[in-house]
Nanobody
């Protein structure tokens, strides 16, 4: 199973970016999916999560600015980021709870990360 992120880049403060993360490989079901970020010198932190049924959860720092969504048919999760601030600068990672076979437990998988840089 692989998670491949795309959509990061450099943007000015107040701008927008849309991140995508697609899961591929042997997949029976994809349960919760989410986005995390890690800024230099800081611990990795939760940004947003979404259940297979579409229930979302956001970190206080991004509420009202970021929107997480998913396409279950494509095993893909998105993060629409608006009104970006310099403090949003970080490497963004996607994660997913995936069951590969009907008789298997769920395991967590992580993407390789994509850099988001917001200039002031």
């Amino acid at each position: 199973v692989q998670l491949v992120e795309s959509g990061g880049g450099l943007v000015q403060a107040g701008g927008s970016l849309r991140l995508s993360c697609a899961a591929s490989g042997t997949i029976f079901s994809v349960n919760g999916m989410g986005w995390y970020r890690q800024a230099p010198g800081k611990q990795r932190e939760l940004v947003a999560t979404i259940t297979s049924g579409g229930i979302t959860n956001y970190a206080d720092a991004v509420k009202g600015r970021f929107t997480i969504s998913r396409d279950n048919a494509k095993n893909t999760v998105y993060l629409q980021m608006n009104s970006l601030k310099p403090e949003d600068t970080a490497v963004y990672y996607c994660a997913a709870g995936i069951v590969r076979y009907p008789s298997e437990y769920e395991y967590d998988y992580w993407g390789q990360g994509t850099q988001v840089t917001v200039s002031s």
